[in-house]
């Protein structure tokens, strides 16, 4: 895929960057960035300055990320030792 400018606003700034994800995948996640910063009426005001804000956005979703991945490889471990036991089970007939 070849890269391609991708424009957005945020705080009433235009960013701009290049990406090869497709656009619907770049729209998610503007969209993620921009609900977990401006809260769902799409406005924010702050004293604080928006690189300060958009540092603490990425903190929020990368602690969301480590909980869910936390969260999965808990289910792969007891997924995994379900199996093991019912292989166990399924030896022991035998």
Do not use: H, W
């Not at 004293?47 to 540092?55: C, M, Q, R, W, Y």
């Not at 909980?67 to 030792?81: H, L, P, T, W």
């Amino acid at each position: 895929m070849e890269d391609r400018l991708v424009r957005f606003a945020l705080f009433g700034q235009e960013f701009t960057f290049y990406s090869d994800a497709p656009e619907a995948d770049v729209e998610e996640v503007v969209e993620v960035l921009r609900s977990e910063l401006e809260g769902t009426e799409g406005e924010y005001v702050s004293t604080v300055p928006s690189s300060k804000l958009l540092v603490l956005g990425c903190l929020r979703i990368a602690a969301r990320y480590i909980k869910v991945n936390r969260e999965f490889n808990a289910y792969r471990n007891r997924q995994g030792q379900s199996i093991d036991d019912l292989i166990d089970k399924m030896s022991d007939i035998d």
